[in-house]
């Protein structure tokens, strides 16, 4: 399939024509919030992660940052925070560390190939996800889909999908900074565990998750930035292009380096268990 068609298919309109501009408007609100974890820019090319280095030390983190966090927290407490994915999941859905849990149907972990080359992160569970228990199921989830088979890749296949926070924010808000603290051990579990090639963060609570700083899409795309040693690029989010979707075009731009990024990364050392 050549690009042209695919940027049909992910459109699922009429077909978009790729341009080079450095003049991408600034559409994310609230540009200026800043937070907990949200580290200044130390480069302007590449960023390494910053703020909490282990999945410990994170821990205790997110539990001082939220507001809700119980007395003990059990992830902090856990002598074996080094979780395998059964022990990860089963953290996640019992979960009470910020105040998403209170109102949520089922926590969200994530769904995917658990050695994936490619991990994408998006903002949070929607009512829909929250519902069935599984990330990007609603339309949004249909765009990204299509995104994914433009790449040759398919949910379950080489890819796995994850978000910022596990549970839906009331009526679908952006999650709150300190959510995205308590929660940002599991996100930092599944990728030591993945060891992904690549990460996409959809849209804007998902790269300030990952870079621990500020960021606007407009700016950032294009960019390589580093989750440790992992390259992560930046894109809309699939809800957004839904309500934007003369920005697909700049979305399957931003798929293509991101393709490329991994094309030039190495291949994985170890096998995640
Ligand atoms: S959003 Fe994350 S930190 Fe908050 S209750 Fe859900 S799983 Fe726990």
Redesign the pocket.
Known sequence: MDSRAIISVISGGPIWRLRETREWPNLEEDANRTGPGYAADTSPRTRVLVGAASFEAASVM?ASA?EHAPAEPAVAKDPDHLLDWPGLHAR?VS????R??DH?TQ?VPGVGDHSADWLFVGEGPGAEEDLRGEPFVGQAGKLLDAMLASLGIARGDRVYIANA???RPPNNRTPEPD?IE??FP?LQRQIELIQPRVIVALGRPAAQALLKQEVRIGAARGQAFRFGEIPVVVTYHPAYLLRNPADKGKAWADLCFAKKTLESSPPKAVAAG
């Open positions: 997110a939220s996640i979960c009470a560390a910020c998403l849990s949520r926590a926070v596990k549970c959510e308590a929660c599991y």
